[in-house]
């Protein structure tokens, strides 16, 4: 039996650490750093709606209460990817 929910989402996705800098995110055995001067949409954002984080797919990371989403070569590389929310 199928314990899970039509469109429910299991990953092993976390944020680990929020500090003044930037956000950590720890994504199966890879940890990730997003600093709000490359990710701007997490610096004033409340720290429950940080903590909100699910993998739709692998390498493809939602926070749905910021409606933000990010792919692990847009955190890595956030030169290639110049566009940032005003």
């Known amino acids: 039996m199928n314990s899970h929910?039509?469109?429910?989402?299991?990953s092993a996705?976390?944020?680990?650490?929020?500090?003044?800098?930037?956000?950590?995110?720890?994504a199966g055995d890879r940890e990730l750093f997003m600093p709000y001067d490359?990710?701007?949409?997490?610096k004033e954002a409340?720290?429950?709606?940080?903590?909100s984080v699910e993998e739709p797919t692998p390498g493809h990371f939602y926070w749905p209460d910021?409606?933000?989403?990010?792919?692990?070569?847009s955190i890595?590389?956030?030169e290639r990817?110049?566009?940032k929310a005003k």
């Open 13 to 26: 996705v976390e944020v680990t650490h929020v500090s003044r800098h930037g956000v950590w995110l720890l």
């Open 81 to 83: 990817f110049p566009l």
């Open 5 to 10: 929910k039509l469109g429910e989402h299991t």
């Open 76 to 78: 890595e590389h956030p």
């Open 66 to 73: 910021l409606d933000v989403d990010l792919g692990v070569e």
């Open 38 to 42: 490359d990710f701007p949409w997490f």
């Open 46 to 51: 409340p720290i429950g709606k940080i903590l």
